[in-house]
T-cell receptor, first 113, second 114 residues
Framework: GAGVSQSPRYKVAKRGQDVALRCDPISGHVSLFWYQQALGQGPEFLTYFQNEAQLDKSGLPSDRFFAERPEGSVSTLKIQRTQQEDSAVYLC???????????FGAGTRLSVL | DQQVKQNSPSLSVQEGRISILNCDYTNSMFDYFLWYKKYPAEGPTFLISISSIKDKNEDGRFTVFLNKSAKHLSLHIVPSQPGDSAVYFCAASDYGGATNKLIFGTGTLLAVQP
C-alpha cells in the first residue's frame, strides 16, 4: 500500500480485556514507532523498532503494554487487562531509516468501558 | 514537564491573510524540528521541518523560523486557505540520539475563514 495502514480503526473493549492493534508500515521502511494520543494532547512516544529489534521501549506506560515486530515488517501492539486510562488513539509511524521523516497511519481509537 | 509547548490552543484567520503558529521548547538537545498537520480521523501528515543549523526553511506557502537562543519556532502560512484548517502539531527530536523519537506539543487548531 501507499501509506501506513492500521487496524482496526476503532476498538471497544471491556475493562480487563486484552486487545491487539496492528500496524502495516510503508514497504521497505526500517524504522517503526508507536505513539499514544490522549484526547486534547499531542502524540506521546511508546516504543521504537529498527527492523525486528525493539531498541527503545521507554515510553510504554506499564508492563501490560507489549509490542512486537517479529519479521521486521508488520507490528502489533498488545495491551493486556485494559484499563479506562488506556483509552486513546494509538498511532503507528514508519520511516525509511532512523533520522528520516516519520509517516503516520490514521490510528486506532481504543475505548475501554 | 512538557518539553514542547504550543500555548495557543486555537487560531482563527481570514482567507488570504497570514497564519502564524508558535512553538516553544525547553530541551537544548533538540536539533531537529517538524510541523505536522492533522485532519479529523486521520493521522498526522508531515508538513515541513528545520534543522538546528538553519534559522529558516521555506516550502511554497509554508515557512518555518527557528530562534535557537529563545528556543522558539514558528510556522507561517501565506496566504492562508480554507483547506489549511486543521490541527497543527509542532514536534522536536534529538537526532543525535538513539531513536529519533518525536516529542510533540499539544497542537493548535487553525480555522481559516472564507
Amino acid at each position: 500500500g501507499a501509506g501506513v495502514s492500521q487496524s482496526p480503526r476503532y476498538k471497544v473493549a471491556k475493562r480487563g480485556q486484552d486487545v491487539a492493534l496492528r500496524c502495516d508500515p510503508i514497504s521497505g521502511h526500517v524504522s517503526l514507532f508507536w505513539y499514544q494520543q490522549a484526547l486534547g494532547q499531542g502524540p506521546e512516544f511508546l516504543t521504537y523498532f529498527q527492523n525486528e529489534a525493539q531498541l527503545d521501549k521507554s515510553g510504554l506506560p506499564s508492563d501490560r503494554f507489549f509490542a512486537e515486530r517479529p519479521e521486521g515488517s508488520v507490528s502489533t501492539l498488545k495491551i493486556q487487562r485494559t484499563q479506562q486510562e488506556d483509552s486513546a488513539v494509538y498511532l503507528c509511524a514508519s520511516s525509511v531509516s532512523i533520522g528520516d521523516i516519520q509517516y503516520f497511519g490514521a490510528g486506532t481509537r481504543l475505548s475501554v468501558l | 514537564d512538557q518539553q514542547v509547548k504550543q500555548n495557543s490552543p486555537s487560531l482563527s484567520v481570514q482567507e488570504g491573510r497570514i497564519s502564524i503558529l508558535n512553538c516553544d521548547y525547553t530541551n537544548s538537545m533538540f536539533d531537529y524540528f517538524l510541523w505536522y498537520k492533522k485532519y479529523p480521523a486521520e493521522g498526522p501528515t508531515f508538513l515541513i521541518s528545520i534543522s538546528s543549523i538553519k534559522d529558516k526553511n521555506e516550502d511554497g506557502r509554508f515557512t518555518v523560523f527557528l530562534n535557537k537562543s529563545a528556543k522558539h519556532l514558528s510556522l507561517h502560512i501565506v496566504p492562508s486557505q480554507p483547506g489549511d484548517s486543521a490541527v497543527y502539531f509542532c514536534a522536536a527530536s534529538d537526532y543525535g540520539g538513539a531513536t529519533n523519537k518525536l516529542i510533540f506539543g499539544t497542537g493548535t487548531l487553525l480555522a481559516v475563514q472564507p
